[in-house]
C-alpha cells in the first residue's frame, strides 16, 4: 500500500472498494481527489448558502455528496449527507454548523492530500 492510501485509511475512507472502482490505477485515483478537492461546487455550496438560496444550496451539497461517495470518503461523505438531508427537509436553523463542519472534513482530506506530496 502507498502512503497515500495509508493515509486515506487512517482519515477513514473506503480505499478497498474505491481503488476496485478505479482499477488500482493509483495516479488516477490521486488525480481525481485532487480535482475534487477543487470542486466549485463547494464555492458554490458556500454561496448559496450566504445567499439562502437553499435549492441552489441542496443542488451543489447533492453533487458534493455524490463525488465524495464515489472517491470513497466517507467522513466527508457523512458531514456532507447530513446537510443534503437537512436541505431536503427544509430544516434550515443549523445549515452555517453544517457547512462549517464540511469545510473542516474537507481542510482534512485536503491536508493528507498535502502531506502526500
Same mark, same amino acid.
Given at each position: 500500500m502507498s502512503?497515500?492510501?495509508?493515509? @486515506?485509511?487512517?482519515? *477513514?475512507?473506503?480505499?478497498a472498494v474505491t481503488m476496485e472502482r478505479f482499477l488500482q490505477d493509483e495516479a488516477l485515483y490521486q488525480?481525481?481527489?485532487?480535482?475534487f478537492s477543487a470542486d466549485?461546487?463547494?464555492?458554490?455550496?458556500?454561496r448559496a448558502l450566504q445567499k439562502q438560496d437553499f435549492t441552489a444550496a441542496f443542488n451543489?451539497?447533492?453533487?458534493?455528496? *455524490?463525488?465524495? *461517495?464515489?472517491?470513497g470518503l466517507t467522513p466527508?461523505?457523512?458531514?456532507?449527507?447530513?446537510?443534503?438531508?437537512?436541505?431536503?427537509?427544509?430544516e434550515f436553523s443549523n445549515v452555517v454548523q453544517q457547512h462549517k463542519a464540511?469545510? @473542516?472534513?474537507?481542510?482534512?482530506?485536503?491536508?493528507?492530500? @498535502?502531506?502526500h506530496n
Open positions: 502512503r497515500l492510501i495509508d493515509l @486515506l485509511n487512517v482519515y *477513514g475512507a473506503d480505499t488525480s481525481c481527489l485532487q480535482s466549485p461546487a463547494f464555492d458554490e455550496l458556500r451543489a451539497a447533492h453533487t458534493l455528496k *455524490g463525488v465524495a *461517495g464515489n472517491l466527508l461523505f457523512n458531514t456532507i449527507s447530513t446537510l443534503v438531508e437537512a436541505l431536503r427537509a427544509k464540511i469545510c @473542516l472534513e474537507k481542510e482534512r482530506m485536503e491536508s493528507i492530500l @498535502l502531506c
